[in-house]
C-alpha cells in the first residue's frame, strides 16, 4: 500500500492512492479527509442533535476506536453534548477480553467513561455456548448486540447509540438484503437506521458510512489508536463473506463502487420515503421495544433453551 516513492499534493510520502479519486494522500491529508467526511456524514444528517447524550458502542477493533476518537477529536469541545463508551462482551473464547483491554486503553488516553456488560451478565448465555448448539451463531449474536446494545444505552441515558459501520459494511448490508430480497432490513439503513419512534429505542446513528474500512484501518494506525486486529472465530457469515468479495473485485476493477451502492441506495430511499415509517410495540416478555409480539432476541433464547443441536 505505501510507495514511498509517490507524493500527497502537500509534499509529504503518500500512504494511500485513492483510485476513484486518481489521487495519493499521506497519513496527515489523509486523516484530515477522514474528519472532514465524518464532519460532513454528522451535519448533513443531523446525526447530532444539542445537548445529546451519544454512547459509543466500542468493539476494541479499528472502526469503532477510530468512531470514538473522531467523536473526542471534533466535539470534546462542545460542552452541551455527553459522550460515553459501551462495549459487550459476548462470551467468545479471550477474543473479545482481548479487544476490551485495547478499550480501555483507548478510552483512559482519551478521558471518556467506558461501561461495559456481558451476554453472559444480562442474558445468562455465552455465544461459546450458543456454537455449541447452532452454526447461525452470527445471526444470534447480532440480533443479542442489538438487543442489549439499546437497552444498556437506554438505561445510561443516551440519546443516541452511535456504531462503526463504514462504508463497505454499508454497502454489503444493501446487496446482502437485495440478495435476501428483505424489504424490512432495507429500509432500515442509512445514516440513521432503524425506528425511532418510540420512547424505548435509542436512535442509532451511523457517522462512518461514507469512508472505506481500509482507510479507517489507516487513519487508527496513523493517530497510533490502541485497537485489536484479531479476527473473530465465528466470523464465517457465507453470504456476507461471498458479497465482501465480489463489491471488493467489483471495486478493484471499478473504483469508486462501493461509493456508488451507499449513493443509490440514499437516492432510492429518498424517492420512495419508506424510511422511518413503522411503529413499534413491546415485547411481552422483555418490555423492549420490538414490531412483534414476542422480541427477536426472547425468540431466540427460547429456541436456543428448546435446541440440542442443529
Ligand atoms: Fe458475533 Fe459473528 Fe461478529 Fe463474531 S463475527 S462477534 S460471532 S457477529
Ligand atoms: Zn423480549
Redesign the pocket.
Known sequence: MRDLTKKCACGRPAILLRRYEGRYYCDHCLSKQIEKSFKKTTGKNHLIKKNDKICIALSGGKDSSSLLYLFWKVFRQRRDLKIFALIID?G?GNYRKECIKEAEKLCKKLGIKLYKTSFKKELGIT?DKVAKKTSK??TY??VF?RYLLNKKARELGATKLAVAHNLDDEAQAIIMNVIRCDLKRFERLGPIPGVIRDKKFVPRIKPLRQIHEKELYLYAATNSLPFCSKE?P??H?NVRRDVRKLINDLEEKYPGTKIQIVKFYDAIIKKLAIQKKGKLGHCKKCGEPTNQEICKACELLERLKNTKKD
Open positions: 459476548e467468545i455465544i451463531t452470527c449474536c447480532g448486540k473473530c465465528y466470523s457469515d
